[in-house]
């Protein structure tokens, strides 16, 4: 399955962007879908997942009660909806699935998935 990322851009500290992942494939509803995001000089991290139903859902620590993740499987679609924007969370944002054979199954890790896209730019300026 191929991922198309979209939605970053440039925002001051407290404004929203939405992010979202669009699949290539009909089946996108096998598919669990996580959020992770590099800044420059670190390592990628865990920001949300989701499970293929959409019912089970995860966040790292710091983006808690900010982000939200969603999908719309008719739609082949997932969003990451971030709300307050800090500059801490400036990063490049990654979307990635794997095929999924529960409902509500998670992963958190990035080794975990099997299909990523090519990331979208989050600037928020302070």
């Known amino acids: 399955v191929q991922l198309q990322a979209s939605g970053g851009g440039l925002v001051q500290a407290g404004g929203s962007l939405r992010l979202s992942c669009t699949a290539s494939r009909r089946t996108f509803s096998n598919y669990a879908m996580g959020w992770f995001r590099q800044a420059p000089g670190k390592e990628r991290d865990f920001v949300a997942a989701i499970s293929r139903s959409g019912g089970g859902t995860a966040y790292e620590e710091s983006v808690k009660g900010r982000f939200t993740v969603s999908r719309d499987n008719a739609r082949n679609t997932g969003y990451l909806q971030m709300n307050n924007l800090k500059p801490e969370d400036t990063a490049v944002y990654y979307c990635?699935?794997?095929?999924?054979?529960?409902?509500?199954?998670?992963?958190?890790?990035?080794?975990?998935?099997?299909?990523w896209g090519q990331g979208t730019q989050v600037t928020v300026s302070s």
């Open positions: 990635a699935a794997r095929r999924s054979d529960y409902e509500r199954e998670i992963r958190t890790r990035g080794f975990q998935y099997d299909y």
